[in-house]
Protein backbone atom coordinates (compact mmCIF):
# COMPACT_ATOMS: atom_id res chain seq x y z
CA UNK A 1 0.00 0.00 0.00
CA UNK A 2 2.29 2.39 0.93
CA UNK A 3 4.37 1.94 -2.13
CA UNK A 4 1.67 2.51 -4.75
CA UNK A 5 0.85 5.44 -2.85
CA UNK A 6 4.47 6.89 -2.90
CA UNK A 7 4.74 5.73 -6.89
CA UNK A 8 1.33 7.18 -7.88
CA UNK A 9 0.94 3.43 -9.49
CA UNK A 10 -2.98 3.47 -10.48
CA UNK A 11 -4.82 0.77 -8.43
CA UNK A 12 -8.12 -0.60 -7.28
CA UNK A 13 -10.30 0.37 -3.91
CA UNK A 14 -13.79 0.42 -2.63
CA UNK A 15 -15.46 2.75 -1.02
CA UNK A 16 -18.91 1.58 0.91
CA UNK A 17 -21.22 3.86 2.66
CA UNK A 18 -24.02 3.16 4.97
CA UNK A 19 -27.31 4.64 4.44
CA UNK A 20 -29.80 4.68 6.85
CA UNK A 21 -33.45 5.20 4.90
CA UNK A 22 -35.47 6.14 7.66
CA UNK A 23 -33.45 8.72 9.15
CA UNK A 24 -32.09 9.89 5.76
CA UNK A 25 -28.42 9.77 7.86
CA UNK A 26 -25.35 8.42 6.65
CA UNK A 27 -22.70 6.35 8.44
CA UNK A 28 -18.86 7.79 8.83
CA UNK A 29 -15.94 7.38 10.28
CA UNK A 30 -13.21 9.32 11.78
CA UNK A 31 -9.57 8.71 10.28
CA UNK A 32 -7.23 7.34 12.99
CA UNK A 33 -4.97 9.81 14.01
CA UNK A 34 -1.87 7.57 12.61
CA UNK A 35 -3.27 7.38 9.03
CA UNK A 36 -0.18 8.97 6.32
CA UNK A 37 -3.71 10.29 4.44
CA UNK A 38 -6.46 12.64 6.43
CA UNK A 39 -5.78 11.56 9.64
CA UNK A 40 -8.32 12.50 12.22
CA UNK A 41 -11.10 13.87 9.38
CA UNK A 42 -14.43 12.01 8.88
CA UNK A 43 -14.83 10.15 5.77
CA UNK A 44 -16.80 7.28 4.06
CA UNK A 45 -18.28 4.68 6.05
CA UNK A 46 -15.85 2.17 5.24
CA UNK A 47 -12.76 1.84 2.37
CA UNK A 48 -10.21 -0.23 1.60
CA UNK A 49 -7.62 -1.48 -1.29
CA UNK A 50 -8.61 -4.70 -3.30
CA UNK A 51 -6.01 -7.72 -2.96
CA UNK A 52 -4.95 -9.62 -5.57
CA UNK A 53 -7.65 -12.11 -6.70
CA UNK A 54 -10.27 -10.24 -4.32
CA UNK A 55 -13.16 -9.28 -6.12
CA UNK A 56 -14.74 -5.89 -5.44
CA UNK A 57 -17.71 -7.22 -3.12
CA UNK A 58 -15.61 -9.72 -1.57
CA UNK A 59 -12.88 -6.67 -0.81
CA UNK A 60 -16.14 -4.20 0.51
CA UNK A 61 -17.91 -7.10 2.75
CA UNK A 62 -13.66 -7.60 4.38
CA UNK A 63 -13.10 -4.03 4.82
CA UNK A 64 -16.80 -3.08 6.72
CA UNK A 65 -15.93 -6.19 8.79
CA UNK A 66 -12.45 -5.33 9.64
CA UNK A 67 -12.96 -1.09 9.92
CA UNK A 68 -16.43 -1.80 11.94
CA UNK A 69 -16.81 -5.09 13.27
CA UNK A 70 -20.28 -5.15 10.87
CA UNK A 71 -20.70 -8.43 8.92
CA UNK A 72 -23.38 -7.97 6.18
CA UNK A 73 -24.67 -10.69 3.72
CA UNK A 74 -23.46 -9.90 -0.21
CA UNK A 75 -26.83 -8.87 -1.11
CA UNK A 76 -26.70 -5.76 1.23
CA UNK A 77 -24.15 -4.09 -1.06
CA UNK A 78 -25.20 -2.25 -4.27
CA UNK A 79 -22.51 -1.26 -6.76
CA UNK A 80 -23.06 1.90 -7.70
CA UNK A 81 -20.90 3.34 -9.58
CA UNK A 82 -16.79 3.57 -10.12
CA UNK A 83 -14.89 6.63 -10.20
CA UNK A 84 -11.10 7.73 -10.97
CA UNK A 85 -9.41 9.69 -8.14
CA UNK A 86 -6.63 11.24 -8.94
CA UNK A 87 -5.15 13.19 -6.29
CA UNK A 88 -1.30 14.17 -4.34
CA UNK A 89 -1.52 15.26 -0.71
CA UNK A 90 1.15 15.71 1.81
CA UNK A 91 3.43 17.64 -0.10
CA UNK A 92 3.87 15.24 -2.81
CA UNK A 93 4.42 11.91 -0.45
CA UNK A 94 0.99 10.54 -1.25
CA UNK A 95 -0.13 10.19 -4.75
CA UNK A 96 -3.09 8.50 -4.91
CA UNK A 97 -4.70 7.50 -8.70
CA UNK A 98 -7.41 5.35 -7.50
CA UNK A 99 -10.40 3.34 -9.68
CA UNK A 100 -12.97 3.16 -6.75
CA UNK A 101 -15.96 0.46 -6.82
CA UNK A 102 -18.11 2.55 -5.19
CA UNK A 103 -21.19 0.42 -2.99
CA UNK A 104 -23.91 1.37 -1.46
CA UNK A 105 -25.77 -0.19 1.67
CA UNK A 106 -29.14 0.67 2.79
CA UNK A 107 -30.87 -0.20 5.36
CA UNK A 108 -34.12 1.08 7.13
CA UNK A 109 -32.99 1.96 10.30
CA UNK A 110 -29.82 2.79 11.44
CA UNK A 111 -27.28 0.43 12.49
CA UNK A 112 -27.21 0.51 16.31
CA UNK A 113 -23.80 2.12 17.38
CA UNK A 114 -23.24 -0.84 20.22
CA UNK A 115 -23.33 -3.33 16.91
CA UNK A 116 -19.98 -1.41 15.40
CA UNK A 117 -16.23 -2.49 17.13
CA UNK A 118 -14.04 -0.30 15.60
CA UNK A 119 -10.29 -1.17 14.53
CA UNK A 120 -8.15 1.35 16.77
CA UNK A 121 -5.92 1.35 14.25
CA UNK A 122 -8.00 2.64 11.15
CA UNK A 123 -11.11 4.47 12.72
CA UNK A 124 -11.36 6.62 15.76
CA UNK A 125 -14.70 6.94 16.08
CA UNK A 126 -18.16 6.62 13.98
CA UNK A 127 -21.10 8.79 13.47
CA UNK A 128 -24.46 9.26 11.56
CA UNK A 129 -24.98 12.83 9.68
CA UNK A 130 -28.07 13.58 7.43
CA UNK A 131 -26.73 13.54 4.34
CA UNK A 132 -28.12 16.58 3.39
CA UNK A 133 -26.08 18.27 6.27
CA UNK A 134 -23.06 16.23 4.89
CA UNK A 135 -23.44 17.17 1.63
CA UNK A 136 -23.47 21.09 2.63
CA UNK A 137 -20.17 20.65 4.60
CA UNK A 138 -18.55 19.44 1.77
CA UNK A 139 -19.78 22.29 -0.29
CA UNK A 140 -18.48 24.35 1.98
CA UNK A 141 -14.73 22.53 2.26
CA UNK A 142 -15.50 21.69 6.38
CA UNK A 143 -11.67 21.22 7.63
CA UNK A 144 -12.87 18.40 9.66
CA UNK A 145 -14.00 16.56 6.48
CA UNK A 146 -12.06 14.66 3.99
CA UNK A 147 -12.33 16.58 0.91
CA UNK A 148 -14.98 15.48 -1.96
CA UNK A 149 -16.08 16.92 -4.75
CA UNK A 150 -20.20 17.13 -4.60
CA UNK A 151 -20.90 18.19 -8.30
CA UNK A 152 -18.49 15.56 -9.31
CA UNK A 153 -17.50 11.86 -8.10
CA UNK A 154 -19.74 12.23 -4.89
CA UNK A 155 -22.52 14.08 -6.89
CA UNK A 156 -23.72 10.36 -8.01
CA UNK A 157 -23.33 9.40 -4.50
CA UNK A 158 -26.12 12.55 -4.13
CA UNK A 159 -28.37 11.81 -6.55
CA UNK A 160 -28.68 8.77 -6.30
CA UNK A 161 -29.83 8.92 -2.67
CA UNK A 162 -32.02 12.52 -3.59
CA UNK A 163 -33.90 9.91 -6.40
CA UNK A 164 -34.07 7.22 -4.08
CA UNK A 165 -38.10 5.83 -3.53
CA UNK A 166 -37.75 6.67 0.07
CA UNK A 167 -35.86 10.05 -0.33
CA UNK A 168 -37.20 12.70 1.90
CA UNK A 169 -35.11 15.81 -0.42
Known amino acids: RSEVHRDGDYHRAVHVWIFAEST????????????DSWPDLW???SAGHISAGDSSLITARRELEEE??????????ELIFVFLQECVTNDGKF???EYNDV????????IPQEAFKLQESEVSAIKYIAYDEY????AKEDSDYVPYDVHGQYG???DIIEK???SKA
Open 24 to 35: QELLLQRRASCK
Open 43 to 45: DIS
Open 68 to 77: LGVNLPKDAF
Open 95 to 97: INN
Open 103 to 110: FLVTTIDP
Open 135 to 138: KRLL
Open 156 to 158: QLF
Open 164 to 166: SPT
